[in-house]
C-alpha cells in the first residue's frame, strides 16, 4: 500500500527543508509513498495547523511545528 506523505507549511525555509528530507528519506528506505506539500492557507486550515511545518503520514500529523531530520522521517516511515 502506498504511502500518502504531506507537509503542510505557507513556502518558508522550515517547510522547505522538511519537504526536502522527506524525498531523502522516501529516496533512502526505498519506500513508495506519495507526498504532496500544502502551501494553500484555507486547506492547512481544514487540518487544524497552527504551526508550521506539519509532516502528516497517512493522514495523522506526526510532527509539528519544527523540521524533522531525514533520519527521524525514516523511523517514522518504518512503523
Given at each position: ?11 518558508c ?20 509513498a ?17 504551526t ?28
Open positions: 500500500m502506498k504511502t500518502n506523505i504531506k507537509v503542510l507549511g505557507p513556502g525555509p522550515k517547510c522547505k527543508t522538511t519537504y526536502n528530507n522527506v524525498l531523502e528519506a522516501i529516496k533512502q528506505t526505498g519506500i513508495d506519495e507526498v504532496q506539500k500544502i502551501e494553500d492557507i484555507e486547506t492547512m486550515m481544514q487540518y487544524n495547523v497552527l508550521t511545518p506539519v509532516l502528516m503520514i497517512n493522514e495523522v500529523a506526526v510532527v509539528k511545528g519544527r523540521v524533522a531530520d531525514i533520519n527521524e522521517i525514516k523511523q517514522l516511515l518504518m512503523q
